[in-house]
């Protein structure tokens, strides 16, 4: 594909395709070694810019070209460390989500990708029958521990429980896209809901 300027609203910023779906608010704990993964979180802290997630539908999640997900979300490395074996670590976070409008491979294999940012939903209240997930959560952010256990909040809405429960949970990655593409936080509460527990959820 042919680097065209950017189109109205959009931007360009690098894409990482992983096996993982990540939301506005959620934690995502990264182990680099790829020399163009490495260029891209030295480009991302030396501007302060974000860097694309998505999750990969075709492909390999180390090595080769991955097809990802046409939307995602914009992460922002909030720390790193050089860790004992020699990898880098880093601790991102997610911040808005986006439509993918074209991608673009680079000499490494690092790709960029032209986005456009996605209006931030409006959160929804909890809704009064599924408070078991609000506990289910909270059990497991308790059991993650560091740095997870700081996404534990008093009153959370419909859609923190949804969103975190469906990245943290060993969901198939299909059934995790197919809960991020659900625009309303409640309703996707209910469908996670209903792939957890499908009796307690009519």
């Not at 197919?178 to 527990?197: H, K, M, N, S, T």
């Amino acid at each position: 594909m042919g680097a065209d300027p950017h189109g109205p609203g959009s931007e360009r910023v690098a894409l990482f395709p992983l096996n993982v779906v990540l939301f506005p608010g959620g934690l995502l704990a990264l182990r680099i070694f790829e020399p163009r993964y490495l260029r891209m979180v030295s480009e991302c802290l030396r501007g302060q810019q974000p860097f694309a997630v998505a999750a990969i539908v075709d492909g390999p999640e180390v090595g080769g070209p991955a097809a990802t997900a046409r939307s995602g979300t914009l992460a922002r490395i909030i720390d790193w460390q050089q860790e004992e074996d020699g990898l880098l670590g880093l601790l991102c976070e997610g911040e808005q989500t986006f439509s993918l409008v074209d991608v673009f491979t680079e000499h490494d294999q690092l790709v960029r990708a032209e986005v456009i940012r996605r209006p931030p939903a409006q959160p929804q209240p909890m809704v009064a029958d599924l408070v078991w997930m609000e506990g289910l959560l909270a059990e497991l952010l308790d059991r993650l521990g560091p740095p997870f256990d700081r996404l534990a909040v008093a009153q959370p809405s419909a859609d923190h429980v949804a969103n975190r429960l469906t990245e943290l949970l060993p969901l198939p990655l299909v059934e995790k896209q197919a809960l991020f593409e659900v625009d309303d936080g409640a309703e996707r509460l209910r469908r996670l809901g209903g792939l957890i527990q499908p009796q307690r959820v009519g």
